[in-house]
């Protein structure tokens, strides 16, 4: 007999059925087996009688819990199920057979963390896994149905990027070279053959946060645009997260649901405009409304995020940071020399800053100035300053962070939740 998956017997909901997968839940007597089965798509309770097993009874008494097996019997309703289905098995075949399960419900996170290799298949998890999935392909299918051409950039690089200090080294054939930071740099450079680009690659820092917000490995999902400015910018951020988290609540509700996450709490982002404030209201709001007092001229930390985002239910867009906190690409303002052309959008409830993204700087003196007031070398940046030698353009292009987009949308306390195998200061294996 061809096999289903538990949730096509589920849709399928009478008759003789075939299925696969893993046990969840076991409890047995005497007389009956109670197994809750699992695959990747649902759960289903099997009971098996021990009259009809009495040659197999020894090994079916002793199943543990992920062993694998196929089962063959009929589907019913029956509403005291978990999932609303039984099925009565003819045929049990065991595949593989358990050791007992080293997770239990009492672990805390180090310990699930050791054994992430095997957390990985929990309810949990999966949910989490598929929901990233939801998003990945999402900021893909926009920026494409948008007219965007896919690119990928190296992940060694020779030196230059984002911020120096927390590039990890690499040992490049006894030179050192350095994990990527950042999309951004190539991209441009690819920019002025392909104007509207988009692409999703992982990046490393070696920041020294150990918060609920840094990973030292993730991902970025980024974009660069030809011709546009930051307002134009901003609605590609803003339509392109309502366009992902449309699509998570279309595909994902169960898995919500089985995270225990509200989803009401993500659709005033659908409904809603997202605010646009710059920097300077950003103060004042924090001030006035938060008893908040942030000197001027540094850049907005986690606490200060965290209290302005409680005044919001949607996503926020904050604008014109000041200049010198702000990296070397960033352009200043025209009209306000001390603030830069560009914006973080901030995520609500504590998920913190989800999208950073800019105008870029084509003037490569002042590029210099900068790139020098922060220390840097230039001769890293020869290719950089060459690209606005021929032909440079006003562009811009923004960075989002995945596992932060899908800490908030599924309402989990860490990123680290978000990616299978995190990578931080203190957490590298699995
Ligand atoms: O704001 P960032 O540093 O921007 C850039 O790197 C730009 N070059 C992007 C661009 O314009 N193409 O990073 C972008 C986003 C952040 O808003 C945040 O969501 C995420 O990347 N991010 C992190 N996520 C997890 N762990 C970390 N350590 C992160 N650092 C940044
Ligand atoms: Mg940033």
């Avoid at 990945?136 to 230059?160: A, K, L, N, V, W």
């Avoid at 169960?254 to 009401?264: M, P, T």
């Avoid at 914006?343 to 913190?352: A, R, T, Y």
Wanted: aromatic share 12%; with cysteine.
């Amino acid at each position: 007999m061809k096999f289903s998956s538990i949730s096509e017997a589920i849709n399928k909901g009478k008759g003789k059925v075939a299925v696969r997968g893993w046990i969840y839940r076991e409890r047995g007597s005497n007389k009956f087996k109670f197994l809750s089965l699992r695959d990747s798509t649902e759960i289903i309770q099997i009971i098996l009688d021990r009259k009809n097993f009495e040659k197999q009874w020894k090994e079916i008494d002793s199943l543990q819990i992920e062993a694998s097996v196929e089962i063959v019997g009929e589907i019913k309703k029956d509403s005291r199920a978990p999932t609303g289905y039984e099925i009565k098995a003819n045929q049990i075949k065991i595949i593989g057979l358990s050791d007992k399960f080293p997770i239990t419900k009492d672990l805390n996170e180090e310990l699930l963390g050791d054994r992430r290799h095997l957390w990985i298949r929990s309810r949990k998890m999966t949910s989490i896994m598929k929901i990233r999935s939801t998003v990945m392909q999402s900021f893909r299918d926009y920026f494409r149905e948008q007219g965007f051409y896919e690119f990928q950039t190296p992940i060694i690089i020779p030196g230059g990027a984002e911020e120096g200090p927390t590039m990890f080294e690499l040992n490049y054939y006894e030179k050192k070279m350095y994990l990527a930071q950042t999309w951004q740099l190539y991209a441009e450079a690819a920019m002025y053959g392909l104007e509207k680009i988009y692409g999703i690659a992982p990046t490393f820092r070696a920041e020294k946060s150990r918060t609920s917000r840094h990973l030292s490995e993730f991902w970025m999902a980024e974009m660069e645009v030809a011709w546009i400015g930051l307002d134009e910018l901003i609605n590609y951020a803003e339509d392109m997260t309502k366009y992902i988290i449309k699509k998570v609540l279309k595909n994902n509700k169960k898995e919500l649901e089985i995270l225990g996450r509200d989803s009401k709490k993500l659709t005033p982002a659908l409904k809603k405009k997202f605010p646009r404030i710059t920097y300077d209201d950003a103060l004042k709001l924090l001030k006035t409304k938060k008893k908040l007092k942030v000197p001027w001229g540094k850049d907005l930390r986690t606490i200060e995020e965290e209290k302005l985002m409680e005044l919001y239910d949607t996503p926020i867009f904050v604008t014109h940071y000041p200049k010198e906190a702000m990296a070397f690409y960033k352009p200043k303002d025209k009209n306000n020399p001390k603030v830069s052309r560009c914006f973080d959008m901030l995520g609500p409830e504590g998920s913190g800053e989800l999208i950073g993204g800019s105008e870029r700087d084509i003037d490569v003196d002042e590029l210099k100035k900068s790139l020098k007031s922060q220390g840097e070398k230039l001769e890293d940046y020869k290719y950089y300053f060459d690209i606005n030698k021929y032909g440079a353009i006003p562009h811009a292009g923004f960075g989002l962070g995945p596992e932060r987009l899908i800490r908030w949308i599924c309402g989990l306390n860490s990123v680290r939740e978000a990616i299978a195998f995190p990578r931080t200061m203190t957490r590298y294996s699995p």
